[in-house]
């Protein structure tokens, strides 16, 4: 008992480094932003300290200017707050239709070819988001390529619209966060045993069983970790939203950063910013449970 009890304490203290890293790095700042969740905003920025409610009241409520009893739903939140939701989860499915076709047909491919896809896949991460997001913009700008060509071919007459609308947002998150599903639907297809695949021809399966009953639950790991690596980030997107949106397409982390900066109310962006914490976790708990539901049973 005496060796065990001291090979415990050694355990603990070989992960007391770890430990503190984690305390004071990752969840230190999220103390500190709920602290500021809850106390008043300072005359220029920053906060003073002392206890307040109002930035949690100003994230869903607000009051009439002319007169304070007078309490309303806060219409633009809501409205960005929706668009942050929708925008995610769209970028998640048009990611995942788009990302299975691509993981597949690397998957497929003869082992020494694999590596050159997998890398063409990588290379948009050796640029910086900010150029990306650029890259997007001469596309679908007014004078950009696309306009430019569908003028010349005679298929329209002016620019289409589609700078500054959720749809270049859309584009925009979807090509950005593309290689975060394409990766984890490889790394799930790369185990996958084509035996069973085989199995369900020689069964007599049609194709589209054969993809709904034997790999689309055998690749499911991928999809669920995938879907994690696209929602998270899209939910709080800055640069992406900022660039092809601009001010008309606001998102939930250009709110908050807009509360830090020229709104000079960090409370209410603190505020937010746990509210936004507290909408990923919450959709990702529902999405484990749905994803690993099986006969009615949750099993993680």
């Known amino acids: 008992m005496a060796e065990q009890r001291e090979s415990h304490l050694w355990k603990w203290l070989l992960c007391t480094p770890a430990l503190l890293v984690l305390v004071l790095a990752a969840s230190g700042p999220l103390f500190i932003v709920l602290a500021y969740s809850f106390l008043t905003p300072g005359t220029m920025g920053g906060v003073r300290w002392e206890f307040s409610t109002e930035g949690w009241f100003r994230v869903f409520l607000q009051r009439d200017i002319f007169d304070p009893d007078e309490v309303r739903w806060n219409q633009a939140h809501l409205t960005i707050f929706w668009r942050s939701i929708s925008l995610s989860l769209q970028t998640t499915i048009i990611c995942a239709v788009l990302g299975f076709p691509t993981a597949w047909f690397i998957a497929t491919r003869p082992p020494h070819r694999r590596a050159l896809w997998l890398f063409l896949i990588t290379i948009p991460f050796w640029t910086n988001l900010l150029i990306r ?59 996958l045993d084509f035996r069973l695949v085989e199995a369900g021809y020689d069964l007599y399966a049609s194709r589209i069983k054969v993809l709904w009953y034997v790999i689309l639950p055998l690749v499911k790991p991928g999809f669920i970790a995938g879907s994690i690596l696209v929602f998270i980030p899209s939910i709080g997107a800055y640069v992406t939203p900022r660039v092809l949106g601009g001010g008309r397409t606001m998102m939930l982390g250009n709110l908050i950063a807009l509360q830090f900066g020229q709104g000079r109310n960090w409370p209410l962006g603190a505020a937010l910013a746990v509210v936004m914490l507290v909408i990923v976790v919450t959709t990702l708990v529902l999405y484990l449970r749905w994803a690993n539901r099986e006969g009615g049973q949750v099993r993680v």
């Open 133 to 191: 997001t650029f890259a997007i913009q001469e596309l679908i700008r007014n004078n950009g390529t696309i306009n430019t060509l569908l003028m010349r071919t005679g298929i329209i007459d002016s620019p289409i619209q589609m700078m500054f609308t959720d749809f270049a947002v859309l584009l925009g998150m979807a090509y950005v966060f593309m290689p975060l599903m394409v990766l984890p639907l490889y790394a799930a297809m790369d185990k």
